[in-house]
């Protein structure tokens, strides 16, 4: 099966709202729109940024998604901080990331709490962007692939295949995430088809051939053609190279 390419820009904790609405109005000049049918975009701007980043986007009429970087499960109340699926659904999010490493290994993010977002946000029809990824030293122990199917499994615990299928996992090393040491199309590869394998087993080959599954880590534009023409990588999540747009759509590019 073939599967659309996803192409996805966290862009982190940077942009002010003037510096954000200047990088997708860049974004969404350079974009072609042909390239924008072949492979699906989004950008995923802090939460003050998502509206007036959307207003550009709709403005240009550009084919370029709208995700958050992160959500709370519950719909409302007394939760200080915190933004809930009403919120960044009304701004017009498809795509929602939820266990990125940082918020993991920085913000005590679990297993359980990416689960409980997961499902809620299938519940409200916004797509989970599911980040698993191992640190430098369990890829030392020779337990990733381990370690990286348990989170898979913890993430999508509970769903049932018409859940499963709505759900984007993305792969990141932790020791790849801003470091620019990428993995190897083939450490990629390795573990993006034991993740597509993991699916398989939880609910089957038809929902794993259909979930796309992400390889994020120090892409660029110099080794996104390499990583994505992997048979079992189906776009990728930039973090660093999302922030220049000349980057990012040679990404999108290298993605068609
Ligand atoms: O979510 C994106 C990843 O953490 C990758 O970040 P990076 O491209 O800066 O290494």
Same mark, same amino acid.
């Given at each position: 099966?073939?599967? /659309?390419?996803?192409?996805a820009? %966290?862009? /982190?904790? %940077?942009e002010?709202?003037?510096?954000a ?7 969404? %000049?350079l974009a ?5 049918? !072949?492979?699906?975009?989004?950008v ?7 509206k ?5 986007? *709709? @403005?240009?009429?550009v084919n370029?998604a +709208?995700?958050?970087?992160n $959500?709370y ?18 701004i017009?999010?498809?795509?929602c990331?939820v =266990?990125h490493?940082?918020?993991? %290994?920085?913000f005590g993010e ?8 997961a499902?809620?946000? #299938?519940e409200?029809g916004i797509a989970? #962007?599911v ?5 430098l030293s369990?890829?030392?122990? =020779?337990?990733? +692939?381990?370690f ?5 499994r ?7 295949? *018409? ?5 984007v996992?993305?792969y &990141?090393?932790?020791?790849? #995430?801003?470091?620019?040491r990428?993995?190897?199309p083939?450490?990629? &590869? &390795?573990?993006?088809a ?6 398989a087993e +939880? ?7 259909? $979930?796309? $599954? ?6 660029? &534009?110099g080794?996104?053609?390499?990583l +994505?023409?992997?048979?079992d990588i ?7 190279? !999302?922030? /220049?747009?000349?980057? @990012?759509?040679?990404?999108v590019?290298?993605a068609r």
């Amino acid at each position: 099966m073939t599967r /659309k390419k996803l192409i996805a820009g %966290n862009w /982190k904790m %940077n942009e002010t709202i003037p510096e954000a609405v200047v990088l997708a109005q860049e974004i969404s %000049n350079l974009a072609d729109p042909a390239a924008l049918d !072949a492979v699906d975009v989004a950008v995923c701007p802090p939460f003050v940024d998502l509206k007036p980043v959307k207003t550009v986007l *709709e @403005f240009d009429r550009v084919n370029i998604a +709208l995700g958050a970087q992160n $959500v709370y499960w519950e719909p409302a109340g007394a939760f200080t901080g915190e933004i809930s699926i009403p919120m960044i659904k009304e701004i017009g999010c498809t795509y929602c990331i939820v =266990g990125h490493s940082e918020r993991r %290994n920085l913000f005590g993010e679990t297993n359980e709490g990416v689960n409980l977002k997961a499902r809620a946000l #299938i519940e409200a029809g916004i797509a989970p #962007i599911v980040c698993v990824g191992e640190s430098l030293s369990v890829r030392d122990e =020779g337990v990733y +692939l381990d370690f990286v199917t348990s989170q898979v499994r913890a993430a999508f615990a509970g769903m049932d295949a *018409e859940d499963a299928v709505r759900a984007v996992v993305a792969y &990141e090393p932790v020791w790849a #995430i801003g470091t620019g040491r990428t993995a190897t199309p083939e450490q990629a &590869e &390795e573990v993006c088809a034991a993740i597509r394998a993991t699916l398989a087993e +939880l609910f089957g080959d038809d929902v794993a051939q259909q $979930v796309r $599954v992400l390889y994020g880590g120090s892409m660029n &534009e110099g080794n996104a053609a390499l990583l +994505l023409v992997q048979p079992d990588i189906d776009g990728g999540l930039i973090g660093g190279a !999302a922030l /220049k747009a000349v980057s @990012f759509i040679e990404i999108v590019k290298a993605a068609r």
